[in-house]
């Protein structure tokens, strides 16, 4: 354990430890995507997470999310998915999509929930958005997310 006698030189170094980490932050594409739904086509603005780095940081560290947005995580092929909220600060909801694009299961995640939530199925991509944004567009299990592009 470190205990440190000046309280100042603690704040000093985890000013540091944290402007570090920011510098270190992923950056995404952003692409407009669809998700064809029995009330038509609905659109969203979404960043992709395709590498590594991307889908471990994800949503982190953000404080805000507007409708309409959301963040896109393609995967290279078809697996159990399994996701948390360490230190995600805002409630979001998440859709397990199998490989040719049908939404198969929707849930509601809590900042900073660590319990992970896995999908039922093997899935290829996994969309976050505010939380009960699927609920607002009319988007339900079995809607298809269009994969022109991915």
């Known amino acids: 354990m470190l205990i440190f006698k000046k309280p100042l030189l603690f704040v000093y170094i985890f000013f540091l430890a944290a402007l570090s980490s920011c510098n270190s932050l992923e950056s995404f594409e952003t692409r407009e995507i669809a998700i064809d739904s029995s009330h038509g086509r609905i659109t969203i603005i979404a960043e992709l997470a395709r590498t590594d780095a991307q889908k471990q940081q994800g949503l982190m560290f953000r404080r805000e999310l507007k409708d309409g ?43 900073e929930d660590l319990n992970p939530v896995r999908s039922s199925r093997s899935v290829r991509y996994a969309l976050e958005v505010p939380q009960n944004w699927f609920d607002r567009a009319g988007i339900r299990i079995g809607d298809r997310l269009v994969l022109e592009g991915f």
């Open 69 to 111: 947005h959301g963040m896109l995580f393609i995967f290279d092929r078809d697996q159990i998915l399994s996701f948390w909220m360490k230190n995600t600060f805002i409630p979001l909801s998440i859709a397990y999509i199998t490989h040719d694009g049908r939404i198969v299961e929707i849930h509601n995640l809590e900042p």
